[in-house]
């Protein structure tokens, strides 16, 4: 099993709007990846998501790109999946958690997977490290034939 977490940039140091401690889960969306259709279902729920947050524009814009590319990679590479929108309340600092898993083949080689210009298809190589990028903490499980759950949160600039 590969996992990786990220809540630190390069220097080791926690990216700014990433609150520490437990984080209350005020509710819960879930969406099945299982057509075209839904991936287009994700990223209005995930639009509405960061509108009810009350991220600027910016925001909204880097966590549904990471919801598009991550429900993308459940729905080609794993075969269908499930996302869930969690909005999370910490210290007086809201933010939006995804959850997106899969039932596929795993990750074979997770770090190769989040380099740049890494592509298994006819992508330009950006996806699961943009992904990284755009969010604040990234979190990958894997294992060969068991699926790939990605869990990415992005927190309201104060």
Request: with cysteine; proline share 3%.
């Amino acid at each position: 099993m590969t996992r990786l977490a990220d809540s630190a940039d390069k220097a080791g140091r926690v990216e700014a709007g990433s609150p520490t401690g437990p984080s209350a889960i005020q509710s819960a969306t879930h969406i099945g990846l299982h057509t075209e259709e839904d991936l287009l279902a994700v990223r209005h729920a995930v639009r509405a998501a960061t509108l009810r947050i009350g991220f600027g524009i910016v925001d909204q814009t880097r966590v549904v790109t990471a919801a598009s590319e991550l429900a993308r990679n459940a729905y080609i590479h794993g075969g269908g999946g499930t996302l869930a929108i969690e909005y999370l309340h910490q210290g007086g600092t809201r933010g939006l958690r995804l959850t997106i898993s899969d039932k596929g083949p795993g990750i074979p080689d997770l770090d190769a997977a989040l380099t740049d210009g890494f592509t298994t298809g006819a992508g330009l190589g950006h996806g699961l490290g943009g992904a990284r990028r755009l969010m604040d903490d990234f979190d990958v499980h894997c294992a060969p034939d068991r699926g790939t759950t990605v869990v990415a949160t992005r927190w309201e600039r104060q």
